[in-house]
């Protein structure tokens, strides 16, 4: 069992960054895929990107890929989501997920309640 809480939220001009911060409790973090995805009003929860349980491997939605940056700390059992040049489009809840790895929502068996991100223009 894992719960995850995620943190760093908040209102941010466009152009600005934010960090995202997901604590994990619970046993063996390492052993899990970490993921963010995102949900807008009104839309389906899309995938932002993934990191394998110890780090070595990690992609990122092409749309996001040169502005949001995964990571992780398996000694603190954190992992974070780094956003860059935020856009009003990335207005949405931002999920963290662990489980085995990959874009699906379904390869995620633990989530998190999300933190709102609101970028204005």
């Known amino acids: 069992q894992v719960q995850l809480v995620e943190s760093g939220g908040g209102l941010v001009q466009a152009g600005g960054s934010l960090r995202l911060s997901c604590a994990a409790s619970g046993r063996d973090f390492s052993r899990y895929a970490m993921g963010w995805f995102r949900q807008s009003a009104g839309k389906e929860r899309d995938f932002v990107a993934a990191?394998?349980?110890?780090?070595?491997?990690?992609y990122t939605a092409n749309s996001m890929k040169d502005r949001f940056t995964i990571s992780r700390d398996n000694a603190n059992n954190v992992v974070y989501l780094q956003m860059n040049n935020l856009k009003p489009e990335d207005t949405a809840i931002y999920y963290c997920?662990?489980?085995?790895?990959?874009?699906?929502?379904?390869?995620?068996?633990?989530w998190g309640h999300g933190t709102q991100v609101t970028v204005s223009s």
């Open positions: 997920a662990a489980g085995s790895g990959g874009s699906s929502l379904s390869s995620y068996a633990y």
């Open positions: 990191m394998s349980g110890n780090g070595g491997t990690k």
